[in-house]
């Protein structure tokens, strides 16, 4: 019985740091994803402001291309 709380008091942390983890890569890097989206598609995406899109692929893509980055250069 008592594992079973600690599962669940695990998993409810795990899904909590999944979010802020989520929040902080999409704070820190959309506008830097938007900008390199805008340059790779000519300007096709990610769309005006106002027009639904995913924020949170377009802020892994610049984290995705800024770690690869740091770690070529440091290689």
Do not use: C, Q
């Amino acid at each position: 019985m008592l594992d079973w709380i600690f599962d669940a008091i695990v998993w409810i942390v795990r899904l909590l740091m999944y979010g802020v983890l989520g929040t902080v890569i999409e704070k820190l890097f959309y506008w830097p994803g938007w900008a390199m989206l805008r340059l790779l598609t000519l300007g096709r995406y990610p769309p005006a402001k106002g027009r639904p899109h995913n924020r949170f692929a377009v802020a892994l893509l610049a984290a995705i291309v800024i770690a690869s980055g740091l770690l070529m250069a440091l290689m």
